[in-house]
């Protein structure tokens, strides 16, 4: 089993900053099958990039993905107040896919 | 549009059984594997279960294998998840999830939630 651990737990910014969050793999993963989700209170996650660096229909270009092999990243260029949640990451490559624990982003 | 609606959820006690079901529309169903994934409260995200399009592969996370059984039925546009034996552990928000096209991502339900307790 993959095992993804995402850093740092909480990151606390003001809106306008910059966010850089982490996800690291236990194992290389396949670019292709590496999403980045987010989620709000009492809402389903929603996919923001796959395929590591590809942004998802309707999501806005301050969201970017990079990385490859084991070391993944998800950068917010300039934070919205919208922003202000707590993202996962994913492999959906072959099961058992697994998630990031989760990385909240709060306000500063 | 693609829409997916679970249902089933609710309150259950230790030891009992529950069938989630996900109804989905907007895209032809029997082409796309889908997933079982919950979240307990204030926790993260854990995969519970996969089945591939025509059903004839099914998947299952270590923590409900053997208690759990994931199906669906493509006449009826409808993704189950048969939860026996269920304990305190399995009290969380079950969604459903769909594959999308050319492995970009899934696309999530809004979730039922099941509560286990006496």
């Known amino acids: 089993e993959i095992v993804l651990t995402q850093s740092p737990g909480t990151l606390s910014l003001s809106p306008g900053e910059r966010a850089t969050l982490s996800c690291r793999a236990s194992q290389s993963v396949s670019s292709t099958y590496l999403a980045w989700y987010q989620q709000k209170p009492g809402q389903a996650p929603r996919l923001l990039i796959y395929?590591?660096?590809s942004r998802a229909t309707g999501i806005p270009d301050r969201f970017s993905g990079s990385g490859s092999g084991t070391d993944f990243t998800l950068t917010i260029s300039r934070l919205e107040p919208e922003d202000f949640a707590v993202y996962y990451c994913q492999q959906y490559g072959s099961p058992p896919f697994t998630f990031g624990p989760g990385t909240k982003v709060d306000i500063k | 549009e693609v829409q997916l609606l679970e249902s089933g959820g609710g309150l259950v006690q230790p030891g009992g059984s529950l069938r989630l079901s996900c109804a989905a529309s907007g895209f032809t169903f029997s082409s796309y594997a889908m997933s079982w994934v919950r979240q307990a409260p204030g926790k993260g995200l854990e995969w519970v279960s996969a089945i591939s399009g025509s059903g004839g592969n099914t998947y299952y996370a270590d923590s409900v294998k053997g208690r759990f059984t994931i199906s669906r039925d493509n006449s009826k546009n409808t993704l189950y998840l048969q939860m026996n034996s269920l304990g305190a552990e399995d009290t969380a928000i079950y969604y459903c999830?769909?594959?999308?096209?050319?492995?970009?991502?899934?696309?999530w339900g809004q979730g039922t939630l099941v509560t286990v307790s006496s």
């Open positions: 999830a769909k594959a999308n096209p050319n492995s970009s991502g899934w696309y």
């Open positions: 395929g590591a660096s």
